[in-house]
């Protein structure tokens, strides 16, 4: 069960006081909250409520990460792959979106598809996809792998 501090945290940021909210979730993420590390670490990504540092927001990532945050799993592989356009940090960011996803985040699955899938269908091949992250076979196996774990999926 969270803090109260961080649910405090979190009804700041529904209510947009974001400025609140970081004040809030900071104190938090250096106490060892990794959920509070993940929400700082989105928030110097975006500058919400606080200036604009991706330094400090791969800080934030990295540790809840350490600490097996499945959602910091996510934003971070998000930010990787969306971010960097070499092949060490997108492959690394496809890892921890995959990684996410077999942690619960499925609703992570279509951006995953996104990613690493062209515009066309799978057409059985070895081909390597456009974004060069992961080859479609690859791809195949991983969802024929999460339809046994019984995660529903939709690939037309």
Same mark, same amino acid.
């Given at each position: 069960?969270?803090?109260?501090?961080?649910?405090?945290?979190?009804?700041?940021?529904?209510?947009? *006081?974001m400025?609140? =909210?970081?004040?809030?979730?900071?104190?938090l993420? #250096?106490? &060892?909250?990794? $959920? %509070?590390?993940?929400?700082?670490?989105?928030?110097?990504?975006?500058?919400?409520?606080?200036?604009? *540092?991706?330094?400090? =927001?791969?800080?934030?990532?990295?540790?809840?990460? #350490?600490? &097996?945050?499945v $959602? %910091?799993?996510?934003?971070?592989?998000?930010?990787?792959?969306?971010?960097?356009?070499?092949?060490?940090?997108?492959?690394?960011?496809?890892?921890?979106?995959?990684?996410?996803? #077999?942690? &619960?985040?499925?609703?992570?699955?279509?951006?995953?598809?996104?990613?690493?899938?062209?515009?066309?269908?799978?057409?059985?091949?070895?081909q390597?996809?456009?974004?060069?992250?992961?080859?479609?076979?690859?791809?195949?196996?991983?969802?024929?792998?999460?339809?046994?774990?019984?995660?529903?999926?939709?690939?037309?």
């Open positions: 069960m969270k803090s109260t501090a961080f649910d405090m945290a979190m009804m700041a940021c529904r209510q947009n *006081d400025e609140g =909210a970081f004040r809030q979730f900071l104190p993420a #250096e106490n &060892g909250d990794a $959920d %509070a590390m993940n929400m700082a670490a989105n928030m110097f990504e975006r500058g919400q409520g606080t200036y604009r *540092d991706p330094g400090r =927001a791969v800080f934030w990532w990295k540790k809840a990460v #350490e600490l &097996g945050n $959602d %910091a799993l996510a934003d971070y592989g998000h930010y990787l792959v969306t971010t960097f356009f070499d092949g060490k940090e997108q492959k690394l960011g496809a890892g921890y979106l995959v990684t996410a996803t #077999e942690r &619960g985040q499925r609703a992570l699955w279509s951006l995953l598809l996104k990613i690493t899938m062209p515009e066309s269908k799978y057409t059985g091949q070895q390597i996809t456009a974004t060069g992250l992961l080859t479609l076979r690859q791809i195949h196996i991983f969802a024929h792998s999460m339809c046994r774990k019984r995660v529903c999926l939709n690939i037309s």
